[in-house]
């Protein structure tokens, strides 16, 4: 049984390489973000996140701490990657692999921009202020700037200038499956 916590900073690729770790290791896959953002009914990823934090239920820590433990949950029972923006901290003491996804803001505004079919502009403004949203309620609701997760991470990749596949396989090279 294995258990893999993927976490970065959004627009980092941690749900693609998330989704193509499961696929290619042919464990199961679950992602508490975007169990979070099926509470919206906003049409693309980034308003999803960013509708969902500015609501009420976005606000609520027993919400937050429903999802703690559902992928606490999911990850004992293992062969799972989850990835999630609070998941190596959460399955710190489960995960046996914890990876952590850097990315220069300016790509990642890009690719979101990309994803999500809006301007660059829009990209980098809705990041930012998704950014600073989840580091306030995280802050106030754990204690924690979610990116100091990145020091408790096993393998730190900064995806900037790599593609999907590059990234993949430097985690497989990484973790012994």
């Not at 993927?6 to 749900?15: E, F, Q, R, W």
């Not at 027993?62 to 399955?91: P, T, W, Y």
């Not at 802050?139 to 995806?159: F, N, S």
Request: charged share 35%; net charge positive.
């Amino acid at each position: 049984m294995v258990v893999i916590a993927v976490s970065g900073l959004p627009g980092s690729g941690s749900s693609t390489l998330s989704k193509l770790l499961a696929e290619k290791l042919n464990l199961k896959y679950f992602s508490p973000g975007e169990y979070f953002k099926d509470h919206s009914n906003k049409n693309n990823q980034t308003s999803k996140a960013l509708d969902v934090f500015k609501s009420g239920k976005g606000k609520e820590k027993n919400f937050h701490e429903s999802i703690d433990e559902m992928q606490k949950r999911l990850a004992k029972k293992g062969n799972i990657v989850i990835c999630g923006k609070l998941s190596i901290l959460m399955l710190k003491d489960i995960a046996d692999y914890k990876i952590w996804l850097d990315c220069a803001i300016k790509e990642r505004a890009k690719r979101t921009a990309q994803r999500d079919g809006i301007s660059y502009k829009e990209a980098l403004k809705a990041l930012k202020e998704r950014e600073k949203l989840e580091v306030e309620e995280w802050k106030k609701d754990y204690g924690i700037d979610y990116r100091k997760q990145k020091e408790m991470a096993d393998l730190v990749i900064d995806t900037s200038n790599m593609s999907e596949k590059e990234v993949l396989e430097k985690v497989l090279n990484f973790i012994k499956i």
